[in-house]
């Protein structure tokens, strides 16, 4: 108002005029600016010191990966591809107008809990197929040759779930298993389960579809086997003789002995058939899978329902360990043998000792030859 008085009474009326407009113009820019300040201020008084996580995820949806690496808001750890992780935890506390889509987007190709359970990473499953027995018969062998099998995976150790852990529940047992995908098929082995009498029934009650694979053996090698390899762990074990006969001068042989029992092969079947078709346990021949890997391979291939894969082109026969040995795979330096306990030189037992031990087995070795439809030629 000075302004416009102090004009009015010096200058022209035209020029006044014009002096005035200008001055008008620049009052109401001040007084914007000043209201503007104003705002600006009781805004930021309001609201809350911001979010570092928030302003990151803003930027993320803006799709402003640059920004987003160079922003000092952005300080979670770098990902593989560079950019920043946020958990989907920390989308759920941001701001209504984040978009919470292109998080998911970004965190989706990671493995979590939630998804390594679904479809993409497979399932633990319960067993669709067990190898039950027998010890020293070679299971180890079949459970290495199958797993190279793309649709078969396994456990590497044995659980003993059947037998001694069976008190802790299929659902400790379900855990135990690898994940697999829905055309796989889980596997694990435990040979003792054969000669355990309950192991059966539990199987059956788990699923009564389980497919079951059973290695045997020569008896009398399988013994010698069983001994030599007790002996190498306990060395001041009693003699072969003294722990496989209650009198050998009279041909007594004694069955409480664990590892004569195991060749007991008929005994122990008898069990199985109770809860168990023969159509749904496979013998695989422990002498065969020696001298023909790829051809007692295919037979489990067929009884499992699998494409042939498995085939000579996986083996190569290692003369030193008298044993065959898969051939080295692509991803690897060296060839794949079992380990130093297959394979390894029996002691030498004398000639009268082994025939009175086939004298004791040859009932029993016909008796499973009828049971199964096929003649080992054990003798």
């Known amino acids: ?151 078969v995976r396994a456990v590497g150790t044995e659980t003993h779930f059947f037998d001694r852990n069976y008190d802790r529940g299929l659902d400790w047992y379900r855990c135990l298993m690898p994940r697999t995908m829905e055309s796989q098929i889980t596997m694990e082995k435990t ?26 053996r020569d008896p009398v090698t399988r013994v010698i086997s069983d001994y030599t390899q007790t002996l190498s762990k306990t060395p001041d074990l009693p003699s072969f003789q003294v722990l496989a006969f209650q009198n050998q001068s009279l041909g007594l042989v004694d069955t409480s002995w664990n590892a004569i029992r195991i060749g007991m092969y008929a005994l122990h079947l008898e069990n199985w058939l109770r809860y168990f078709p023969l159509s749904q346990i496979h013998f695989v021949n422990g002498e065969r899978l020696i001298t023909d890997p790829a051809g007692e391979l295919a037979r489990v291939q067929d009884f499992l329902g699998l494409k042939r894969i498995v085939t000579d082109k996986h083996f190569y026969f290692n003369r030193t360990k008298g044993f065959p040995c898969l051939k080295k795979p692509e991803s690897s330096s060296s060839p794949r043998c079992l380990g130093k306990s297959k394979g390894r030189t029996h002691i030498q037992i004398d000639h009268d000792t082994i025939e009175q031990l086939r004298d004791f087995y040859r009932p029993y070795n016909v008796k499973f030859y009828e049971m199964v439809g096929h003649d080992f030629r054990w003798e």
Request: glycine share 6%; proline share 6%; aromatic share 6%.
């Open 1 to 151: 108002m000075a302004c416009i008085l102090l004009y009015s009474r010096v200058a022209p009326s035209s020029y006044r005029h014009t002096r005035t407009c200008i001055c008008i113009f620049s009052l109401s820019l001040s007084l914007s600016y000043i209201c503007y300040c104003l705002l600006f201020s009781s805004d930021a008084i309001m609201q809350k010191p911001s979010d570092p996580t928030q302003n990151c995820l803003r930027l993320r949806s803006d799709g402003g990966k640059k920004l987003q690496q160079k922003s000092p808001y952005c300080t979670l750890p770098l990902n593989a591809r560079g950019t920043r992780e946020i958990s989907l935890h920390e989308a759920n506390q941001s701001n209504a107008s984040v978009n919470l889509n292109t998080v998911r987007n970004n965190t989706s190709d990671r493995p979590t809990t939630n998804n390594m359970g679904s479809g993409k990473f497979g399932n633990k499953k319960l067993p669709n197929a067990i190898i039950v027995g027998v010890k020293k018969g070679g299971t180890r062998a079949v459970l290495e040759f199958i797993r190279i099998h793309p649709d």
């Open 191 to 216: 040979p003792s389960y054969f000669v355990t009498r309950e192991t059966p029934r539990r199987i059956s009650a788990m699923s009564r579809d389980t497919k079951l694979i059973v290695v045997v």
